[in-house]
C-alpha cells in the first residue's frame, strides 16, 4: 500500500444532484454556459423522490450523450439527446444549458474516473512500483478515450477553457502519490517528472484512435519509465 484514498483532496466525491430552472423561454438555450457545479438554484425543499427522480434522468442524459457523441460526433443536436433519452427539452436543459456544459461534464467525468483509479492503486497491497504503472496503464486507455471528447470540446470552446487546466492539476495531483512512491522505492527513472511521463502518453494517444494499435506503443512506454532498482 503507497497511500490512503483519503490523501487524493483534489478528487472530491460526485457532487449530489441539483436541479434547476428550464432555460428561459426565447432566444437561443444553447447559447447560454454555467460553470459546473453552479447551484445557486438549489431548492433544498425539493422532495428526496424527485431529487432522485432528477438524478435519473440526468445520469440517463449522460448516458446517451457519451454514446451519441461517440457515433455521430458534433453533429449530435440537444434534441436527438433528449429523444434517445426519452426526457423532454426542458428536463435536458434544466440539467445542461448547452452542449458545451454536456461535452465539459462527460469531459470531468473521465478525469474523476482516473482520478478515482489513482485512489484505488494506492490503497492496494501492490509494490509501489506495480501500483504506479497499474494506474499509468489506466491513465493511457483514459489517454485515448478522451481524445474525441476533447476535439468535440473544441467545437464548443477552445484551450483557454480554465477546465482543461483544472483537469490536468486534479489528474497530476491524484498520481503524485504514486508517483513518488515509485521513485522512493527506485522503480522510476531519476530525470522523469509525472507530468512528463502522462505528457508522454497524451501525446502517444493522437497518434491513432485505435487502441489495439496503442496498447503496444503504450507498453513500450512504461518500460521506459520502468528502472529496475
Known amino acids: 500500500?503507497?497511500?490512503?484514498?483519503?490523501?487524493?483532496?483534489?478528487?472530491?466525491?460526485?457532487?449530489?444532484?441539483?436541479?434547476?430552472?428550464?432555460?428561459?423561454?426565447?432566444?437561443?438555450?444553447?447559447?447560454?454556459?454555467?460553470?459546473?457545479?453552479?447551484?445557486?438554484?438549489?431548492?433544498?425543499?425539493?422532495?428526496?423522490s424527485q431529487r432522485a427522480d432528477a438524478a435519473r434522468n440526468r445520469t440517463?442524459?449522460?448516458?446517451?450523450?457519451?454514446?451519441?457523441?461517440?457515433?455521430?460526433?458534433?453533429?449530435?443536436?440537444?434534441?436527438?439527446?433528449?429523444?434517445?433519452?426519452?426526457?423532454?427539452?426542458?428536463?435536458l436543459y434544466r440539467n445542461f444549458s448547452g452542449k458545451q456544459e454536456l461535452l465539459e461534464t462527460?469531459?470531468?467525468d473521465e478525469v474523476d474516473i482516473i482520478c478515482a483509479a489513482a485512489g484505488a492503486a494506492a490503497a492496494s497491497s501492490q509494490?509501489?512500483?506495480?501500483?504506479?504503472q497499474f494506474w499509468l496503464r489506466r491513465f493511457a486507455a483514459f489517454a485515448g478515450a478522451k481524445r474525441p471528447l476533447f476535439q468535440l470540446l473544441m467545437v464548443h470552446s477552445d484551450l483557454t477553457n480554465p477546465m482543461f487546466d483544472t483537469s490536468r492539476d486534479r489528474v497530476?495531483?491524484?498520481?503524485?502519490?504514486?508517483?513518488?512512491?515509485a521513485r522512493a522505492a527506485g522503480t522510476v527513472h531519476d530525470?522523469?517528472?509525472?507530468?512528463?511521463?502522462?505528457?508522454?502518453?497524451?501525446?502517444?494517444?493522437?497518434?491513432?484512435?485505435?487502441?489495439?494499435?496503442?496498447?503496444?506503443l503504450?507498453?513500450?512506454?512504461?518500460?521506459g519509465v520502468r528502472r529496475t532498482p
Do not use: K, Q, W
Not at 192 to 212: E, F, K, N, R
Open 172 to 181: 497530476l495531483a491524484a498520481g503524485r502519490p504514486l508517483f513518488d512512491a
Open 1 to 48: 500500500m503507497v497511500g490512503t484514498p483519503g490523501s487524493l483532496g483534489p478528487c472530491p466525491p460526485a457532487r449530489a444532484y441539483c436541479p434547476r430552472p428550464s432555460h428561459p423561454s426565447g432566444g437561443d438555450p444553447s447559447s447560454g454556459h454555467r460553470p459546473l457545479g453552479h447551484d445557486d438554484d438549489c431548492d433544498e425543499d425539493v422532495p428526496p
Open 60 to 91: 440517463r442524459i449522460l448516458d446517451v450523450a457519451r454514446a451519441a457523441f461517440a457515433e455521430d460526433g458534433a453533429s449530435t443536436s440537444m434534441s436527438e439527446i433528449a429523444r434517445r433519452a426519452d426526457v423532454g427539452m426542458a428536463t
Open 218 to 223: 503504450s507498453g513500450a512506454v512504461l518500460r
Open 127 to 132: 509494490a509501489a512500483g506495480e501500483a504506479f
Open 191 to 216: 530525470d522523469l517528472t509525472l507530468a512528463h511521463v502522462l505528457d508522454l502518453l497524451v501525446a502517444l494517444a493522437t497518434i491513432s484512435d485505435d487502441p489495439v494499435y496503442l496498447e503496444p
Open 106 to 108: 462527460l469531459y470531468v
